[in-house]
Every structure is written in structure tokens, then in C-alpha cells.
């Protein structure tokens, strides 16, 4: 139960966060607080969490993925393309593209020792030239019949959209698994004290792949469901995606040096971004103030959780 607790330090304060952007925000932005914003905000958090939750996985074993953002492009591309013989098959081929990918990433990883965050920084650029490759001239646009799935994944009802009421399902699961499967929770044994966890019997190489893999998934997911959404997706198309998910996944207390990190707060930092982000284009302010925002938010989160976690140990070192 203390373990539990641990993992959801942080989770009042950014609910309070949460609750005051939201009754300051409806009072003082014009048409803030209206039911088409709501399901406009409710989307694209089901974007950037599915983006941010990837990060999360690697995050929490002691790792981190840069190169989500080219594997978004590449899964989109490659599910809009294939989408004339069958989109099912588009997606399926392209989500077991991003998933080998991300399993072969943590296995080099694990086996090499070689630093995640040059690894993958690598495989951002190598990607990305891949996704201009495969859509060099023009973007791969989904067919014409197929365009009533866009319509059905952002048409309103009430405060949602069906594509934002997938991304949080999805975002859930995983959230679910994380804690409730012994490779989830092996993830987080491994990320607390890799030693520690390899002497306990767990396989660094499967958390690893699982972790990459995962990242590979989710950010797939978001590009599919964004390139569905938009009707097409190109090979600098989702260049945002990579900020916007380290930055969720920060502002929900996921700390880099692994072992700690949940689903709630993630969600919550999603909340806390969106609803900056809507508030500065409701409002007809310039978007460096959102980024003035974002960082100072960012900031204090990080001041947060490392008071939360000094206290921790102080309490521990007491007991």
C-alpha cells in the first residue's frame, strides 16, 4: 500500500491545479466553458496522453524515447497508404511495424547498454527521412469513401468525441496493466534499481522491449488517429508530438530516473496543457505566452516532486 501511495505523490496538487485553471478559465475566456470546447479539449488529451503514456513506460524504466514523434509519421503513413486495399489491414500492418520496432529498440538497448536517448535520437532522424520517403511529393491522403470515419472520430457528443473516448480507453488499459501485471510491475522494479531487480530473477531485456514497444504502440496509435482525423498525415506532420508528450508526461510527476510514474497523473498533466492551450486560442493570445505558461507550470512541478520525494526519504530514514 505504501508503494501505491508513493507512486501517486503529487496527484492532490495537480487536481487542485486542475480545478482552479478550470473555474478561472470558464470566468474569465470567453467560450470556455462550453460543451463543443469540452469535447475539443477531452480530444486532443486522448492524442497527447497516448503520446505522453509511451514516453511514461520508458520513462519509468530508467530509459526515454525521442524518436515517437518519426514513428507516429511513419505508422500514419503506412496505415493511410495501405488504406485503398483495406484500412484494418493499414493499421494492423502498421501498429506490428511500430511494435518490432520498439521491441528491437529495447533489446539493442538492453544488450549494448548504449544510451537510450542517443539511440533514439538517432532513429528520430533515420525515421523521419524514412516517412519523407515513403510520402515524398505529397501527403498520403485517406480515400475519399473512407472520409465518414474522420467525421464519426470528431463529431461531439456532449463533452467527448469517439476519438478522444479511445485514446482514454486505451491510455486506461495500459494504466490498468502497469499496475495489476507482473510485467508492469517488473517495469517499475526495474526502473527503482535495475541491479536490484535483475538479482530478483526479472528480465531487463523483456521490460526493456516491453517498454519500446509499448512507446512505439502508443505514439503509432496517436498518428493513426490524428492522420484519421486530418484525412492525412506527411513526414513532418506530427513534429509536435514529442514535446507535447515529454511535457504531459513531466507535468504528471514521471521522474527520468525511473521507478516511479502513474496513468492519473499523466492524464492530469494532459488536462493541465490542453486546458492552457485552449484558454491561449480562445483568448487571441500570442502562443509565446503559452510557452511562458507551460514552462513555468512545467518548472513547478518539477520543484514539486522533488520536494514530495525529499520528504519521502526523510520520513523513511525517520521510520
Known amino acids: 500500500m505504501t508503494r501505491l501511495l508513493d507512486l501517486d505523490a503529487g496527484f492532490k496538487v495537480r487536481l487542485a491545479v486542475c480545478a482552479v485553471l478550470l473555474v478561472v478559465l470558464s470566468a474569465t475566456v470567453p467560450g470556455f466553458a462550453t460543451i463543443s470546447n469540452a469535447a475539443s479539449i477531452t480530444e486532443n488529451i486522448g492524442l497527447i496522453a497516448l503520446v ?52 528491437v529498440i529495447g533489446y539493442v538497448i538492453d544488450r549494448t547498454g548504449v544510451n537510450s536517448l542517443v539511440l ?32 464519426a472520430l470528431v463529431i461531439p457528443w456532449g463533452p467527448v468525441t469517439l476519438l478522444g473516448i479511445i485514446g482514454f480507453a486505451i491510455v486506461l488499459a495500459v494504466g490498468w496493466l502497469m499496475r495489476n501485471s507482473k510485467l508492469g510491475l517488473s517495469m517499475y522494479a526495474v526502473g527503482g534499481n535495475v541491479e536490484r531487480a535483475r538479482g530478483s530473477g526479472v528480465s531487463t531485456t523483456r521490460v526493456y522491449m516491453a517498454a519500446f514497444a509499448g512507446s512505439a504502440m502508443l505514439g503509432a496509435t496517436a498518428g493513426i488517429l490524428a492522420a484519421l482525423r486530418s484525412g492525412s498525415a506527411s ?57 511562458i505558461v507551460t514552462g513555468a507550470i512545467l518548472l513547478a512541478m518539477l520543484l514539486l516532486d522533488y520536494q514530495l520525494r525529499r520528504k519521502g526519504r526523510t520520513r523513511h530514514a525517520h521510520a
Do not use: W
Request: hydrophobic residues 60%; aromatic residues 4%.
Open 120 to 151: 533514439t535520437v538517432c532513429m528520430l532522424i533515420a525515421l523521419r527521412g524514412l516517412a519523407l520517403v515513403l510520402a515524398p511529393k505529397r501527403p498520403a491522403i485517406l480515400p475519399g469513401d473512407l472520409f465518414h470515419i474522420s467525421d
Open 235 to 291: 513526414g513532418i506532420g506530427f513534429d509536435g508530438f514529442l514535446l507535447a508528450g515529454i511535457t504531459v508526461a513531466v507535468v504528471g510527476g514521471v521522474p527520468l530516473e525511473g521507478g516511479r510514474g502513474t496513468i492519473v497523473n499523466v492524464l492530469l498533466g494532459a488536462l493541465i496543457i490542453r486546458l492552457i492551450s485552449s484558454a491561449v486560442a480562445l483568448g487571441g493570445i500570442p502562443g509565446s505566452f503559452e510557452s
Open 52 to 103: 505522453g503514456t509511451g514516453i511514461m513506460l520508458t520513462m519509468v524504466v530508467g530509459q526515454l524515447d525521442l524518436a515517437v514523434a518519426s514513428v507516429a509519421a511513419v505508422a500514419a503513413i503506412m496505415a493511410l497508404s495501405l488504406a485503398e486495399t483495406s484500412l484494418t489491414l493499414g493499421i494492423v500492418v502498421a501498429l506490428l511495424t511500430a511494435g518490432l520496432y520498439g521491441a
